[in-house]
């Protein structure tokens, strides 16, 4: 008896062909490779007990980075925690290989434990008494170890607070009476002293001599100011340092009956992010303040700056040696982590393989060997596999990071690179080795006399796809008919104003792949198009969201279609940008950060949720993601030597790059 074959439909044939296509490409694909570069914002640094070459550190979106031998190399153990702001982290003193972390997870902050030195992590959520202590843990506040009885925790929080006798496993909650606590420190010698710093009606500091089952307000001298910090010398308890409101400091003798200010040199309003002793001698204190980096050799009568090799970036914590008191690292933002052999008086980069990067845009061309990744801590260059070189010259300004509003490779000459930023153009001809600021021509005496002086701003820019030498350049803010965008046809030594038809607003994207043909992504209006060099515009993009249009990127293998990325998600169009429709899939409704399209037509879009790709124009997608330690992708780009790589710049992880699929 002959089988019976189903017959599928055309669509359905063409849907499979895809799929197998998709699968098969994905399975001789190379997995994603980590690029770099080194760098990230670094905001607390814990050495471990009994392991002192173990360090951990807490980074802004990066996850928490371990080093296995103080701070010279760095490896991320495990991704959990990736995406979040990691407020501190703090090695458990009383079990190897436990560490602590506090998550800044906007609007549920919460307490997170490793058991395994970083590389896997669960959220503390034992129930006590109803309720959910990782749910109440608040935002960047420590806990709190007892160093002669390292088994108990403390977890202040605002009103009901939690505390641990038995090393995490079981938790109790309590209540400090008329005071919210911000802070707690348990005296080195005596764990049932304990001292509880925040606010209240009268008091803003209690303290507790039988481990917590009773508080007596103390602090006499203390201003109205909320505690934020508590510190405890542990060779001599009865000094207790405390920071309340910026960075005010105050220190008593007396186990915190009385205190005296101390004269930190901080601004009135600068924040003091860390307080902390030198383990090798406790006359030494350390503040890591929005005011710099401050040492006392005399426990705080007097100050010295000390900070000279950690760059523009603030110190945020510490971390000592204790082999060699004098061998130290600090956390800042920037390359991340610095190291000190002297004590502190001068500082190295110390951050190899800390690749915490937060990636805003990425700048490539697939034929040209160099890509330029912006990132929240300046710009950075990538010329050869792994070789990052921070950008600054010709466009730094008083020592601060670079930040451009982009760069611009020019197609038909690799070698050729455009930078822009605000009303100042740059041009390379060497592949972004060096740049030559533009020296556009001023209004002629005639156009003045005109009252045409305006001059091109470069919020956005794009070269004609017919003439190399036609340049447009999109502005920050000109309101005036027709300023919206402005013309060279000289290759940039002058511009004139080329946006009839455009409203007066900021121009935030400018693409086109045909001769004459121009498309304006303009704030608040939507889509405009030109069909003739600029001399008029009409609005285009029926179909588009009412939101944010974040990119703009035309098909250079079929011009007629575009894409662009919103918060609504990726929005498709086949007839020049006159109308558009939401791509489904797995982008339906997604919040697409970026979006970039191949030579031959493969489409890449970014989201929170990793990166996807298109085979048939856009028609369907299919996600790229799997080996991605951070699915929080902000930028793409098709670059490096023919035929290119695809990299993906995330939020906390620095770049990646894969082969195209």
């Given at each position: 008896?002959?089988?019976?074959h189903a017959?599928?439909?055309?669509?359905?044939?063409a849907a499979l062909?895809?799929a197998?296509?998709?699968?098969h490409a994905?399975s001789?694909r190379?997995?994603?490779?980590?690029?770099?570069?080194?760098?990230?914002?670094?905001?607390?640094?814990?050495?471990?007990?009994?392991?002192?070459?173990?360090?951990?550190a807490?980074t802004h979106?990066?996850?928490?980075?371990?080093?296995?031998?103080f701070?010279r190399?760095?490896?991320?153990?495990?991704?959990?925690?990736?995406?979040?702001?990691?407020?501190?982290?703090?090695?458990?003193?009383?079990t190897p290989?436990?560490?602590?972390?506090?998550?800044?997870?906007?609007?549920?902050?919460?307490?997170?434990?490793?058991?395994?030195?970083?590389a896997?992590w669960?959220r503390?959520?034992?129930?006590?008494?109803?309720?959910?202590?990782?749910?109440?843990?608040?935002?960047?506040?420590?806990?709190?170890f007892?160093?002669?009885?390292?088994?108990?925790?403390?977890?202040?929080?605002?009103?009901?607070?939690?505390r641990?006798?038995?090393?995490?496993?079981?938790?109790s909650?309590?209540?400090v009476?008329?005071?919210?606590?911000?802070?707690?420190a348990?005296?080195?010698?005596?764990p049932?002293?304990?001292?509880?710093?925040?606010?209240?009606?009268?008091?803003?500091?209690?303290?507790?001599?039988?481990g917590?089952?009773?508080?007596?307000k103390v602090?006499a001298?203390l201003?109205?100011?909320?505690?934020?910090?508590?510190?405890?010398?542990?060779?001599?308890?009865?000094t207790?340092?405390?920071?309340?409101?910026?960075?005010?400091?105050?220190?008593?003798?007396?186990?915190?009956?009385s205190?005296a200010?101390?004269a930190?040199?901080?601004?009135?309003?600068?924040?003091?992010?860390r307080?902390?002793?030198?383990?090798?001698?406790?006359r030494?204190?350390?503040?890591?303040?929005?005011?710099?980096?401050?040492?006392s050799?005399?426990?705080?009568?007097?100050?010295?700056?000390?900070?000279?090799g950690t760059?523009?970036?603030?110190v945020?914590?510490v971390?000592?040696d204790?082999?060699?008191?004098?061998?130290?690292?600090?956390?800042?933002?920037?390359v991340?982590?610095?190291?000190?052999?002297?004590?502190?008086?001068?500082?190295?980069?110390?951050a190899s393989?800390?690749a915490?990067?937060?990636?805003?845009?990425?700048?490539g061309?697939?034929g040209?060997?160099v890509?330029?990744?912006q990132?929240?801590?300046g710009?950075?260059?990538?010329?050869?596999?792994?070789r990052?070189?921070?950008?600054?010259?010709?466009?730094e300004?008083d020592?601060?990071?670079?930040?451009?509003?982009?760069?611009?490779?020019?197609?038909?000459?690799?070698?050729?690179?455009?930078?822009?930023d605000?009303?100042?153009?740059?041009?390379s001809?060497?592949?972004?080795?060096?740049?030559?600021?533009?020296?556009?021509?001023?209004?002629?005496?005639?156009?003045?006399?005109?009252g045409?002086?305006?001059?091109?701003?470069f919020?956005?820019?794009?070269?004609d796809?017919?003439?190399?030498q036609v340049?447009y350049a999109?502005?920050?803010?000109?309101?005036?008919?027709g300023?919206?965008?402005?013309?060279?046809?000289?290759?940039g030594?002058?511009f004139?104003?080329?946006g009839?038809?455009?409203?007066?607003a900021?121009?935030?994207a400018?693409?086109?792949?045909?001769?004459?043909?121009?498309?304006?992504?303009?704030?608040?209006?939507?889509?405009?198009?030109?069909?003739?060099?600029?001399?008029?515009?009409?609005?285009?993009?029926?179909?588009?969201?009412?939101?944010?249009?974040?990119?703009l990127?035309v098909?250079?293998?079929v011009?007629?279609r575009?894409?662009v990325?919103?918060?609504q998600?990726?929005?498709?169009s086949?007839d020049?940008?006159?109308?558009?429709?939401?791509v489904?899939?797995?982008?339906?409704g997604e919040d697409?950060e970026?979006?970039?399209?191949?030579a031959?037509?493969?489409?890449?879009?970014?989201?929170?949720?990793?990166v996807f790709?298109?085979?048939?124009?856009?028609?369907s997608?299919?996600?790229l993601?799997?080996?991605?330690p951070?699915?929080?992708?902000?930028a793409l780009?098709?670059?490096?030597?023919?035929?290119?790589?695809?990299y993906a710049?995330t939020?906390?992880?620095s770049?990646?790059?894969?082969?195209?699929?």
């Open positions: 008896m002959p089988v019976a017959v599928l439909p055309k669509s359905a044939v062909a895809l197998i296509a998709l699968f994905t001789a190379a997995g994603w490779r980590a690029e770099g570069p080194d760098l990230g914002a670094v905001l607390d640094l814990s050495v471990e007990p009994g392991r002192p070459d173990t360090v951990y807490a979106n990066g996850g928490v980075w371990r080093s296995d031998d701070g190399t760095w490896t991320l153990p495990g991704a959990d925690l990736t995406g979040w702001r990691v407020e501190w982290v703090e090695a458990d003193p009383g290989g436990t560490v602590w972390a506090g998550v800044d997870d906007p609007g549920e902050p919460a307490l997170y434990r490793s058991r395994d030195r970083g896997s669960e503390v959520t034992d129930r006590v008494q109803g309720g959910a202590l990782g749910s109440v843990h608040a935002t960047g506040v420590r806990i709190a007892a160093p002669s009885k390292p088994a108990e925790i403390w977890v202040p929080s605002t009103n009901l607070h939690f641990s006798r038995d090393g995490g496993r079981t938790w909650d309590f209540r009476p008329d005071q919210d606590a911000y802070a707690i348990v005296d080195a010698a005596d049932r002293v304990v001292y509880a710093g925040g606010r209240g009606q009268t008091h803003q500091l209690s303290r507790s001599d039988d917590g089952g009773t508080w007596k602090g001298g201003e109205e100011r909320s505690v934020s910090i508590l510190l405890v010398d542990p060779s001599q308890s009865a207790v340092y405390l920071v309340a409101g910026f960075a005010d400091l105050w220190k008593s003798t007396d186990r915190g009956e205190f200010k101390l930190l040199p901080a601004g009135a309003t600068d924040d003091c992010y307080l902390q002793l030198d383990p090798s001698d406790p030494v204190l350390w503040a890591a303040t929005e005011a710099g980096l401050f040492r050799p005399d426990g705080g009568a007097t100050w010295a700056r000390r900070e000279r760059g523009r970036y603030l945020r914590a971390a000592f204790p082999r060699e008191p004098r061998r130290m690292l600090a956390a800042s933002a920037g991340g982590v610095y190291r000190s052999e002297d004590g502190g008086e001068s500082w190295s980069a110390s393989g800390l915490a990067g937060w990636i805003e845009g990425l700048h061309l697939a040209a060997p890509l330029f990744a990132t929240s801590v710009l950075y260059r990538l010329e050869g596999e792994g990052w070189s921070e950008v600054q010259a010709p466009f300004s020592d601060k990071a670079v930040e451009l509003d982009g760069l611009l490779f020019d197609r038909r000459a690799a070698g050729t690179v455009w930078a822009f605000g009303s100042r153009a740059w041009r001809m060497d592949g972004g080795r060096r740049f030559e600021e533009l020296k556009a021509k001023e209004p002629s005496l005639r156009e003045m006399m005109k045409d002086l305006a001059s091109a701003q919020h956005s820019l794009t070269l796809a017919g003439d190399p340049v999109g502005s920050w803010s000109h309101d005036e008919p300023q919206a965008v402005f013309k060279s046809v000289d290759g030594k002058s004139k104003p080329s009839n038809g455009l409203p007066g900021a121009v935030t400018l693409a086109g792949e045909s001769p004459g043909e121009v498309f304006a992504v303009v704030a608040e209006h939507g889509l405009f198009r030109t069909g003739d060099g600029g001399r008029s515009w009409a609005a285009a993009g029926r179909g588009l969201p009412e939101v944010e249009l974040r990119q990127a098909d250079p293998s011009p007629a575009l894409y990325a919103t918060e998600g990726l929005f498709r086949v020049q940008g006159a109308s558009f429709a939401a489904g899939g797995p982008l339906a697409v970026a979006v970039v399209v191949a031959d037509g493969r489409v890449f879009a970014a989201s929170f949720h990793g790709w298109s085979a048939d124009g856009g028609a997608f299919a996600p993601t799997e080996g991605l951070l699915a929080d992708v902000r780009s098709v670059a490096g030597p023919a035929p290119g790589r695809l710049g939020a906390g992880t770049v990646w790059s894969i082969e195209l699929p």
